[in-house]
Protein backbone atom coordinates (compact mmCIF):
# COMPACT_ATOMS: atom_id res chain seq x y z
CA UNK A 1 0.00 0.00 0.00
CA UNK A 2 1.65 3.08 -0.95
CA UNK A 3 1.53 6.21 1.68
CA UNK A 4 -1.31 8.40 1.52
CA UNK A 5 -3.71 6.24 0.03
CA UNK A 6 -7.12 5.60 1.66
CA UNK A 7 -8.53 2.83 -0.47
CA UNK A 8 -9.97 5.66 -2.21
CA UNK A 9 -9.06 6.63 -5.70
CA UNK A 10 -11.86 9.46 -5.64
CA UNK A 11 -12.92 11.96 -3.80
CA UNK A 12 -16.29 12.57 -1.75
CA UNK A 13 -17.43 14.95 -4.34
CA UNK A 14 -15.85 13.75 -7.49
CA UNK A 15 -18.23 10.52 -6.46
CA UNK A 16 -20.90 12.21 -5.70
CA UNK A 17 -20.76 13.69 -9.28
CA UNK A 18 -20.26 10.42 -10.87
CA UNK A 19 -23.27 8.43 -8.95
CA UNK A 20 -25.71 11.76 -10.27
CA UNK A 21 -23.90 10.93 -13.79
CA UNK A 22 -24.82 7.13 -13.38
CA UNK A 23 -28.62 7.78 -12.45
CA UNK A 24 -28.70 10.07 -15.21
CA UNK A 25 -27.37 7.68 -17.28
CA UNK A 26 -29.46 4.69 -15.86
CA UNK A 27 -32.70 6.90 -16.49
CA UNK A 28 -31.40 7.53 -20.40
CA UNK A 29 -31.27 3.15 -20.84
CA UNK A 30 -35.16 3.15 -18.85
CA UNK A 31 -36.09 5.67 -22.01
CA UNK A 32 -35.14 2.92 -24.45
CA UNK A 33 -36.13 0.53 -22.19
CA UNK A 34 -39.72 2.04 -22.99
CA UNK A 35 -39.16 2.10 -26.80
CA UNK A 36 -39.54 -1.84 -26.08
CA UNK A 37 -42.05 -1.74 -23.38
CA UNK A 38 -44.70 0.38 -25.56
CA UNK A 39 -43.56 -1.41 -29.05
CA UNK A 40 -44.43 -4.90 -26.92
CA UNK A 41 -47.62 -3.32 -25.78
CA UNK A 42 -48.84 -2.32 -29.63
CA UNK A 43 -48.03 -5.04 -31.31
CA UNK A 44 -47.92 -8.42 -30.40
CA UNK A 45 -44.81 -10.25 -29.48
CA UNK A 46 -43.99 -13.83 -29.26
CA UNK A 47 -41.56 -15.25 -26.21
CA UNK A 48 -38.36 -15.44 -28.86
CA UNK A 49 -38.68 -12.01 -29.95
CA UNK A 50 -39.22 -10.44 -26.70
CA UNK A 51 -36.50 -12.46 -25.34
CA UNK A 52 -33.94 -11.11 -27.98
CA UNK A 53 -35.14 -7.70 -27.53
CA UNK A 54 -34.20 -8.22 -23.79
CA UNK A 55 -30.84 -9.77 -24.59
CA UNK A 56 -29.62 -6.83 -27.23
CA UNK A 57 -31.12 -4.63 -23.90
CA UNK A 58 -28.87 -6.37 -21.85
CA UNK A 59 -25.91 -6.08 -23.74
CA UNK A 60 -26.75 -1.89 -24.36
CA UNK A 61 -27.19 -2.03 -20.72
CA UNK A 62 -23.49 -3.61 -19.88
CA UNK A 63 -21.70 -1.29 -22.52
CA UNK A 64 -22.66 1.40 -21.40
CA UNK A 65 -21.74 0.48 -18.09
CA UNK A 66 -18.59 -0.63 -19.46
CA UNK A 67 -18.15 2.39 -21.08
CA UNK A 68 -19.06 4.59 -18.21
CA UNK A 69 -16.52 2.50 -15.85
CA UNK A 70 -13.79 3.22 -18.85
CA UNK A 71 -14.06 6.88 -19.24
CA UNK A 72 -15.09 8.03 -16.00
CA UNK A 73 -13.84 5.39 -13.27
CA UNK A 74 -10.36 5.28 -15.03
CA UNK A 75 -11.23 1.57 -16.08
CA UNK A 76 -12.21 0.69 -12.79
CA UNK A 77 -15.75 -0.99 -12.47
CA UNK A 78 -17.40 -0.13 -9.33
CA UNK A 79 -20.06 -0.85 -7.55
CA UNK A 80 -21.75 2.67 -6.74
CA UNK A 81 -21.91 3.38 -10.28
CA UNK A 82 -23.82 0.17 -11.00
CA UNK A 83 -26.28 0.89 -8.87
CA UNK A 84 -26.47 4.46 -9.61
CA UNK A 85 -27.54 3.17 -13.19
CA UNK A 86 -30.04 0.26 -11.89
CA UNK A 87 -31.32 2.95 -9.02
CA UNK A 88 -31.82 6.02 -12.30
CA UNK A 89 -33.58 3.00 -14.65
CA UNK A 90 -35.70 1.97 -11.53
CA UNK A 91 -36.78 5.16 -11.00
CA UNK A 92 -37.51 6.53 -14.64
CA UNK A 93 -39.63 3.04 -15.02
CA UNK A 94 -41.62 3.46 -11.70
CA UNK A 95 -42.58 7.35 -12.13
CA UNK A 96 -42.00 8.71 -15.82
CA UNK A 97 -41.92 5.68 -17.27
CA UNK A 98 -45.46 4.90 -17.04
CA UNK A 99 -46.49 7.91 -18.74
CA UNK A 100 -44.13 7.88 -21.56
CA UNK A 101 -44.63 4.24 -22.10
CA UNK A 102 -48.39 4.52 -21.95
CA UNK A 103 -47.81 7.91 -24.14
CA UNK A 104 -45.77 5.78 -26.73
CA UNK A 105 -47.52 2.95 -26.59
CA UNK A 106 -50.67 4.93 -27.57
CA UNK A 107 -49.19 6.69 -30.59
CA UNK A 108 -47.75 3.42 -32.03
CA UNK A 109 -51.17 1.82 -32.02
CA UNK A 110 -52.19 4.88 -33.87
CA UNK A 111 -49.50 4.63 -36.32
CA UNK A 112 -50.25 0.95 -36.47
CA UNK A 113 -54.51 1.57 -37.29
CA UNK A 114 -52.98 4.29 -39.91
CA UNK A 115 -50.64 2.37 -41.19
CA UNK A 116 -53.17 -1.04 -41.86
CA UNK A 117 -55.79 1.23 -42.66
CA UNK A 118 -53.62 2.47 -45.97
CA UNK A 119 -52.33 -0.66 -46.83
CA UNK A 120 -55.77 -1.88 -47.05
CA UNK A 121 -57.23 1.34 -48.67
CA UNK A 122 -54.60 0.54 -51.70
CA UNK A 123 -54.11 -2.81 -51.62
CA UNK A 124 -57.24 -3.53 -54.33
CA UNK A 125 -56.23 -0.59 -56.68
CA UNK A 126 -52.26 -1.95 -56.60
CA UNK A 127 -53.39 -5.47 -57.16
CA UNK A 128 -55.81 -4.36 -59.90
CA UNK A 129 -53.20 -2.36 -61.11
CA UNK A 130 -50.69 -5.00 -61.52
CA UNK A 131 -53.01 -7.30 -63.10
CA UNK A 132 -53.85 -5.17 -65.89
CA UNK A 133 -53.10 -6.49 -69.70
CA UNK A 134 -50.82 -3.55 -70.67
CA UNK A 135 -48.81 -4.04 -67.31
CA UNK A 136 -47.98 -7.39 -67.88
CA UNK A 137 -46.91 -7.43 -71.05
CA UNK A 138 -44.73 -4.25 -70.41
CA UNK A 139 -43.23 -6.64 -67.42
CA UNK A 140 -42.71 -9.49 -70.74
CA UNK A 141 -40.48 -6.64 -73.00
CA UNK A 142 -38.62 -5.48 -69.87
CA UNK A 143 -37.18 -8.50 -68.71
CA UNK A 144 -36.35 -9.88 -72.58
CA UNK A 145 -34.60 -6.56 -72.56
CA UNK A 146 -32.51 -7.50 -69.83
CA UNK A 147 -28.72 -6.82 -69.76
CA UNK A 148 -27.69 -10.75 -68.82
CA UNK A 149 -28.67 -12.20 -72.31
Do not use: Q, W
Not at 35 to 40: K, N, Q, V
Not at 45 to 68: K, P, R, S
Not at 75 to 82: D, E
Amino acid sequence: MTPGYDGMFLGVHEEAHLIVLSLMAGAVLGAVYDILRAARLSVKHNTAAVLVEDLIFVVLFGTVYYAFCVELLEGRMRAFALAGFSAGFAVYILTLGRIVCGALSAALETLVKILGLLVKTFKKPIKHLCGLPFLSKLKKKTSKTSCNN
